[in-house]
C-alpha cells in the first residue's frame, strides 16, 4: 500500500457528506495516520472565493451553467496544486469532501453538459490524479430534499428541483456500478445508522489494504 491515501466522499446535497468525513478522519487518527481534510469548491483561500460565486443566488444576473463548470475546475486546479498533491507527497492522506465525479454527476447528469467537455477538463486539470477511495452516500432525491429544506439556508444547487437531484444521482450510480474502488453506503436511513455503516466498512477497507 502507498504511504498516502487520497479517500473522497460523494453524493448528492443532503447525503450527509461532511459528517462522513469527520468519521472517517476519527477512524484514521485511531491508525495514527496523519490526514487532512478539504471540501470542493473550496479549500484554499482563491478556491473558496470561487466557491462563494458558485454557491450564491445571484439576483441581477443569471449564471451559466458552463461558467459553473469552469469555475468548479478552476477551485479543484487550485486545491490540487496547493493542497491535495503536496500533502500526498508528504504522505499525508487526503479526504475530500467532494472531487471531480461530482462534476460529472451535476453538470454532466444535471445540467446535461456533453461529456466531451468535462473529459477534456479533467484530463488537463487533473492529469492522473485519481481517488484511491470513493464512499458513496446514496439517498434518495426526495429524502434530500426533506433534509435540505429543513436547513435554515439553502444555496444554488440545493434550490434545484427533484428532476435535477434525480438526474445527478442517476449518473453517480451508473458510475459507482462500474468502479471497483468504492464503497457504497445507503444514506437514507438513520445517522447513526449511516455512520455506524461508514466506520464498519472503512475499516475493512483499511486491514486489507494498510
Known amino acids: 500500500m502507498k504511504n498516502h491515501q487520497f479517500i473522497v466522499v460523494e453524493g448528492i446535497d443532503g447525503s450527509g457528506k461532511t459528517n462522513a468525513c469527520n468519521v472517517i478522519q476519527k477512524i484514521l487518527k485511531k491508525y495514527n495516520i496523519k490526514t487532512i481534510m478539504v471540501r470542493e469548491p473550496g479549500g484554499t483561500p482563491i478556491a473558496e472565493n470561487i466557491r462563494n460565486i458558485i454557491k450564491k443566488k445571484h439576483k ?85 430534499i426533506q433534509r435540505i429544506l429543513s436547513r435554515k439556508k439553502t444555496d444554488y444547487f440545493e434550490n434545484k428541483k427533484l428532476n435535477f437531484f434525480i438526474r445527478t444521482r442517476n449518473f453517480y450510480l451508473k458510475w459507482i456500478h462500474k468502479n471497483n474502488k468504492k464503497i457504497f453506503i445507503n444514506a437514507n436511513l438513520k445517522k447513526n445508522i449511516v455512520h455506524q455503516d461508514i466506520e464498519n466498512k472503512f475499516i475493512q477497507w483499511i486491514e486489507k489494504n494498510i
Open 60 to 144: 441581477y444576473e443569471n449564471i451559466h451553467k458552463k461558467t459553473i463548470l469552469l469555475l468548479m475546475y478552476a477551485a479543484r486546479m487550485q486545491l490540487i496544486e496547493n493542497i491535495i498533491q503536496p500533502s500526498l507527497k508528504n504522505n499525508i492522506w487526503v479526504i475530500s469532501d467532494r472531487h471531480d465525479l461530482s462534476s460529472y454527476a451535476y453538470q454532466g447528469g444535471g445540467f446535461k453538459i456533453n461529456n466531451t467537455l468535462l473529459t477534456m477538463l479533467r484530463k488537463n486539470i487533473l492529469g492522473s490524479l485519481r481517488p484511491d477511495l470513493t464512499i458513496y452516500l446514496d439517498v434518495l432525491p426526495g429524502v434530500a
